[in-house]
């Protein structure tokens, strides 16, 4: 079983910065072992896919098209925690922020939701123009 829970979210105006955290409470197995993502999602729209990190054995990193080069995803096994940074944050960017965590996935489904088995609770980010 494993809890998420984010933090970091807020209001920012457009091109400023956020730094949204996870930090994971795992039993039985350690958090270097989940593969873990962010989702964002918005009213009446579906969830989509913003950035995923794999296993720390690769820590390979995979990003949705709409951030690719302004987003970065990190992890801190010490710390239980994932990191997303978020850079020249655009009004398209508002979104509740969700952190996702699977023991086992493929590079197809990296992007489902559905692939993911644990879910944090969210945190508002909202980019003013």
């Known amino acids: 079983q494993v809890q998420l829970v984010e933090s970091g979210g807020g209001l920012v105006p457009a091109g400023g910065s956020l730094r949204l955290s996870c930090t994971a409470s795992?039993?039985?197995?350690?958090?270097?072992?989940?593969?873990m993502g962010w989702f964002r999602q918005t009213p009446g729209k579906e969830r989509e896919f913003v950035s995923g990190i794999t296993w720390s054995t690769f820590n390979t990193q995979y990003y949705g098209d709409s951030v690719k080069g302004r987003f970065t995803i990190s992890r801190d096994n010490a710390k239980n925690t994932v990191y997303l940074q978020m850079n020249s944050l655009k009004p398209e960017d508002t979104a509740v922020y969700y952190c996702?965590?699977?023991?086992?996935?493929?590079?197809?489904?990296?992007?489902?939701?559905?692939?993911?088995?644990?879910w944090g609770q969210g945190t508002q980010v909202t980019v003013s123009s």
């Open positions: 996702a965590a699977t023991r086992s996935i493929t590079r197809a489904t990296m992007t489902s939701p559905s692939s993911y088995e644990y």
């Open positions: 795992a039993s039985g197995r350690a958090f270097s072992s989940y593969v």
